[in-house]
């Protein structure tokens, strides 16, 4: 995507510019330039500014033609029981690479949710279903703060996106609240190791970031895969 999408420090620095026009028409100019002090803001824990949004204009760059080598979504979407006739959520969803998959899992009787913040990516993947032939699947588009699945749902999907939520606690309250009783939510997002494709080191988070945030927003860590190569599968329940 998915997405919703979404976290550093940053330092402002001002100058006020103070000129003093020493009064002669033979007499040379003084400029003087006095720093005023630095300040540094520091976002609280869940009031994070955003990594960045990938384009539509750019989706190569997360469909690589090996992703489905270190990214099995067959291996992921058994581990989150998502069956035929299921209705499941793919939270920023991008350009649907995961949403197609989806849909073929859970069949003519089941429905896919295809949900991203941006609506460049919304109608990427309006195209890209046309052209795949699959009926189940919804297009939703949702906000930084709210995914806006209009009903409730067996699985929910998020992919690559953790990074770029402003606020991830609350988001997480909000998707807690769509699923339906035994369902369960997954987290892709890459290791901070530096292994394999992916973000800057900088720009990923770590499985235990996740995790808390997890707990605090009323959710508990059912499984933690570690068959990805360069990932992890974080699968949380109520």
Known sequence: MKKTALRRTGVIGT???????????????????????????????????????????VLGLIEPPDRDKWQPPELIMDDLSIADGAVVADLGAGGGWFTVRLARRVGPNGGVYAQDIQKPMIESMERRIRREGLPNVTMVLGTDEDPKLPDPVDAVLIVGVYGELLKPVEWLKIVRKSLRPGGRIGVVDFRKDGLGPGPDLVERVDEAEVIKDAKTAGLQLMNRTTQLPFQYLLVFGK
């Open 15 to 57: 100058f006020a510019v103070i000129v003093s026009v020493l009064a002669s028409d033979e007499s040379a100019r003084t400029v003087r330039a006095a720093p005023q002090s630095t300040v540094q803001s520091t976002p609280s824990p869940q009031s994070k500014p955003k990594n960045r949004l990938f384009s539509a204009a």
